[in-house]
């Protein structure tokens, strides 16, 4: 079961376990939670309200997941439960958790959640801690969606803002999704994974590359309004 399956990543992870011979049930907005008696073997813990969300909208969405009562949950949680962290050094998965923000805060929640009924429920919890990750359906608000949506409609000129001393630790959504199965099958119950490229990369160098695949020659305005 994949909650969340109608976001950017859930989308391409329904894909990609359908792909490697897995029953998937997809669970979006709209289709509600299956009926208890399916128990399924995995869930896969997606779903979110946005970066807005409180924290108590987060954990009411985990509660669910564990009604379903799978054999194994993978909580999908963010690298923004750290908080800022520094350019330049490596982050593992006990650094102090110093989240910013009701979005981080209802990551946090939902996973401290998870682990404390997952013994009392008969499930076994692994948490995914996603850094940042692109997908071919990436929203607006992130800056790589908003470059690649800008290019699509044959924008002439970029708004990118300043990417000249931002950088990121970013991969592809799909080395994601393979990383979530990967959990789902070989995961420690009880501890949580930097789901991560392990090296930086410039905002910079992304931009290139998008504008390197637009079917129309651009530049890039800075200037924002």
């Known amino acids: 079961v994949v909650t969340g399956a109608d976001g950017h990543v859930g989308r391409l992870l329904v894909r990609y376990l359908a792909s490697q011979g897995d029953e998937v049930v997809a669970l979006g907005r709209q289709s509600g939670y299956p009926a208890p008696d399916l128990r399924p073997d995995i869930v896969y813990h997606l779903a979110a309200s946005g970066m807005s969300a409180s924290p108590i909208e987060a954990l009411d969405m985990v509660r669910r997941a ?5 054999r194994r949950l993978i909580v999908v949680g963010s690298s923004k439960q750290y908080g800022a962290l520094p350019v330049g050094v490596a982050v ?44 071919p359906w990436v929203p607006s608000r992130f800056a790589v969606g908003s470059w690649t949506e800008q290019a699509v409609m044959g924008a002439k000129t970029l708004r990118v803002g300043n990417t000249e001393v931002l950088v990121r630790d970013i991969l592809p959504a799909f080395d994601v999704c393979r990383a979530y199965r990967i959990l789902a099958t070989r995961g420690v119950p009880g501890e949580a994974y930097n789901v991560c490229a392990g090296m930086e ?25």
Do not use: C
């Open 92 to 135: 593992s998965e006990v650094h102090p958790r110093e989240p910013r923000g009701p979005y981080a805060e209802g990551k946090v929640l939902a996973e401290n959640y998870a682990f404390s009924i997952a013994r009392e429920r008969g499930i076994e919890v692994v948490a995914a801690r996603p850094f940042d990750h692109w997908a």
């Open 201 to 225: 990369t410039r905002l910079i160098d992304v931009l290139g590359m998008v504008i390197d695949h637009a079917r129309v020659k651009i530049k890039t305005d800075s200037a924002l309004d």
């Open 66 to 70: 564990i009604n379903i009562q799978p």
